[in-house]
């Protein structure tokens, strides 16, 4: 609908200027007139010109100018066409880009008086500018001749003067977009009903939330309000006096009720409002509609059979609804569909044979509804397709064959079905494909031999399958790939070396497959790959040296192989990576020292090897961590005080070692600390009592250490901590009155250590705890009567203490 519109700014313009009107002279021998080429160089002088779009701007004919239209007769300017050169227009009003627009650096009122001495000026077009958030001057106004003015996307604000209501010859008016502060009106608009002559009109993103009501006295062809923040009653429409009207976006308002019969519509967009109830079978007497819009609205009911009575539509986008029931074989009629999106309902039934009957369509998306049954055969009719989505649906038996015959489809989509069988081999004569995604079904045997022919192909996803066999071993011939997940499928062998010729690659993930062999050498050779996952498979040998060479490498995942050997040095060359698991291996060694110019890393995970030696100190240089696990390693010697260095820090697991000393006072420097699990280790020492500075911890256990003298009371403070397990240590003294204090608490172990004194009835108040552990210990005195109001216990082990024979009911 938005190129439709595009399409008709640009016929008016010629319908009005003509060959004979916008001819620049070049062909004559006299110049402009002096008055407006004046003007035009004081309008200049009010611009920063960045992108020199206004370069041409000097000599004496101004009808030689860039952007400057004259009448071939008497030289006067009649058009001024100077609309920046950002491309995207959603970027500019968003970003400040100051390389390809006009920049405003003077009085906004100035551009204005300079190009009121342009007295014959009929087209005037400022838009994708920058106004610097300035007031549309009440001075346009006085520019009465103005048959086409846009000031769209030029980071104007505030309220929109009613002096435009002056411009009585205008035909296009164009407020679209100004963003940075939104444009707005006042409760009396009844300026633009004395634009008589206006056929198209855009104020989308102004806000009409408190204009007049029966603001569209006029004989509109075409309406954009889209984003105006419309309510859903009392809003400034009158539909029965839109009778005309061939092109209407209401999208991104708050409307709720129907638009009336309008006739002679060629394109609606209601997208994004309130719109609720189902669609009515009068929907079909919009027989001249082209383009319809009602996504993101709460439609419900089914799809009407008069729906293939619009025998004209091209585009049909009803997403993002609530629709049910099937969908009527009578869409088979809409000969002239070329967009179809129906995705985000709950459609169910089968997809009807009738669909292979739409010759003309391009794009089809059914995706996220409860469709059932077969692909159908009929869909191989549909010559012209180009991006093909039913992802998330119910469908079951195999991928027809006839999808071969679909010769121009560049995207398919049947990921997370019931689909099963194996993948047909004909679709290598998708020779057009850029991205298959087949992901989460049932289909099996072997992936075919497609890969000559699907030269163009950029993303592959067979993941989540039941496919067998081994990787092609001309895999990479996929010379344009960028993205392949195979993960989760039953594939067995190598690894192929002709992975190397994958020089786009970004993403690799085999996972999860019975993979063996070792990661062949040729991997360096994927400069562009950024994540690679070849977790869960039973690959061996070491990791290969020129692993180091993938500079652009930000996610490595070579966890629970039979990887053995030591982490190579190279790993240190991976400046890019900011995660890394080499978990449930057979790496032995230590960790390399150049582990610390890993500047950009987040999380590390070796847990589960056989990597022993200390803890490098070099890890102190890892800025950015957030997590790390080395846990069920033989790693001796301290705990390296720089690790309180690691100021991003949020988890610690260095559980199931065999590092000894005392816990450093510098871990409680790590304020955004939220678990540490330091057990199962040989630490000794006290727990440091500045354990209360770590105000985010929800999780500690240093259980299984040798850890000796008192809780510290300063414990209590840890507002936030849910599980605590200090069990199987050497502490002594009571436990701190100030436990019982943590209102968050889960579960709680102080079992197998020399704790005495008694439970305080305080324990009563501690809504959230499920376990408790205090076995083990000297503990005496009664157990308080209050633990049998604790609504969430499930487990409690109170044995070998010296408690009293007493026991709460």
């Given amino acids: 609908m938005r190129e439709t519109f595009r399409a008709m700014l640009v016929l008016v313009v010629v319908l009005f ?213 419309l309510p859903s009653h009392n809003h400034p429409l009158n539909f029965t006096l839109l009778g005309n009207i061939q092109h209407l976006d209401l999208s991104a308002n708050f409307f709720q009720d129907s638009i009336g019969q309008l006739s002679k519509l060629e394109s609606i967009d209601l997208s994004g409002n309130q719109l609720s109830g189902s669609i009515r079978d009068s929907i079909g007497q919009f027989s001249k509609l082209e383009s319809i819009d009602l996504s993101f609205n709460q439609l419900s009911g089914s799809l009407p059979k008069s729906i293939g009575k619009l025998s004209k539509l091209e585009s049909m986008d009803i997403c993002c609804n609530q629709l049910s029931g099937s969908i009527p074989d009578s869409i088979g009629q809409l000969s002239n569909l070329k967009s179809m999106h129906l995705l985000f309902n709950q459609l169910s039934g089968s997809i009807p044979d009738s669909i292979g009957q739409l010759s003309k369509l391009e794009s089809m998306d059914l995706a996220v509804n409860q469709l059932s049954g077969n ?62 995604f087949l992901y989460e079904n049932q289909l099996n045997g072997s992936i075919p031999n497609i890969i000559e022919q699907l030269s163009k192909l950029e993303r592959m996803d067979l993941s989540r399958n039941q496919l067998s066999g081994s990787i092609p071993d001309n895999i990479g011939q996929f010379s344009k790939l960028e993205w392949i997940d195979l993960s989760g499928n039953q594939l067995s062998g190598s690894i192929p070396d002709s992975l190397r010729q994958f020089s786009k690659l970004e993403t690799i993930d085999f996972s999860g497959n019975q993979l063996n062999g070792s990661i062949p050498n040729s991997i360096r050779q994927l400069s562009e790959l950024e994540r690679i996952d070849l977790s869960g498979n039973q690959l061996s040998g070491r990791i290969p040296d020129s692993i180091g060479q993938l500079s652009q490498l930000e996610m490595m995942d070579l966890s629970s192989n039979q990887l053995s050997g030591s982490i190579p040095d190279s790993i240190g060359q991976l400046s890019n990576l900011e995660i890394i698991y080499l978990s449930g291996n057979q790496l032995s060694g230590s960790i390399p020292d150049s582990i610390g110019q890993l500047s950009n890393l987040e999380i590390i995970n070796l847990s589960s090897n056989q990597l022993n030696g200390s803890i490098p100190d070099s890890i102190r240089q890892l800025s950015e961590l ?57 630490l000794s020492g006290n727990i440091p009592y500045s354990i209360k500075q770590l105000s985010k911890l929800e999780m500690i256990d240093l259980s299984s250490n040798q850890l000796s003298g008192s809780i510290p009371d300063s414990i209590g403070q840890l507002s936030n901590l849910e599980n605590i397990n200090l069990s199987g240590n050497q502490l002594n003294g009571s436990i701190p009155d100030s436990i019982w204090q943590l209102s968050k608490l889960v579960n709680i172990s102080l079992s197998g250590n020399q704790l005495s004194g008694s439970i305080l009835a305080s324990i009563g108040q501690l809504s959230e705890l499920k376990g408790i552990h205090l076995s083990g210990n000297q503990l005496s005195g009664n157990i308080p009567a209050s633990i049998g109001q604790l609504p969430k216990l499930e487990i409690m082990d109170l044995s070998g203490n010296q408690f009293g024979a007493r026991f709460p009911a």
Avoid at 129 to 148: A, V, W
Avoid at 634 to 641: M, T
Avoid at 666 to 674: A, G, R, T, V
């Fill in 17 to 229: 200027f003509g060959a004979a009107k916008l001819c620049s002279s070049r062909n004559t021998s006299f110049s402009c007139i002096e008055r407006e080429r004046e003007a035009l160089l004081k309008f200049k002088l009010c611009f920063h010109d960045p992108s020199h779009m206004l370069s041409s701007w000097k000599g004496n004919d101004c009808c030689e100018w860039r952007g400057v239209g004259c009448d071939n007769n008497n030289k006067y300017v009649v058009s001024l066409q100077l609309r920046g050169s950002v491309s995207d227009r959603l970027y500019s009003y968003f970003i400040d880009d100051q390389q390809s627009q006009l920049y405003l650096i003077d009085h906004v009122e100035e551009v204005v008086s300079s190009l009121l001495e342009l007295r014959h000026l009929e087209h005037l077009d400022l838009s994708n500018n920058n106004f610097n958030s300035n007031l549309i001057p009440p001075s346009f106004g006085s520019m009465k001749q103005l048959r086409y003015l846009n000031l769209s996307y030029a980071q104007f604000r505030g309220r929109i003067p009613g002096e435009l209501g002056n411009l009585t010859r205008l035909h296009v008016l164009d407020l679209s977009h100004n963003y940075y502060e939104r444009l707005k009106v006042d409760d009396d608009i009844q300026w633009i009903s004395h634009l008589s002559s206006l056929q198209q009109l855009d104020m989308s993103g102004v806000n009409l939330s408190h204009a007049s009501s029966n603001l569209f006295q006029l004989s509109l062809s075409s309406c954009s309000l889209r984003n105006c923040h």
């Fill in 375 to 436: 692909i159908p055969n009929s869909i191989g009719q549909l010559s012209k397709l180009k991006s093909m989505d039913l992802v998330s649906n119910e469908l079951n038996g195999s991928i027809p064959d006839s999808i071969g015959q679909l010769s121009k489809l560049e995207e398919i989509n049947l990921a997370d079905n019931q689909l099963s069988g194996s993948i047909p081999d004909n679709i290598r004569q998708l020779s057009k494909l850029e991205s298959m």
């Fill in 626 to 682: 957030k997590m790390i696990d080395l846990s069920s390693n033989p790693f001796g010697g301290s705990i390296p005080d720089s690790i309180g260095q690691l100021s991003k820090l949020e988890k610690i697991y260095l559980s199931g070692n065999q590092l000894s000393e005392s816990i450093p006072n510098s871990i409680m420097q790590l304020s955004k600390l939220e678990l540490i699990d330091l057990s199962t280790n040989q």
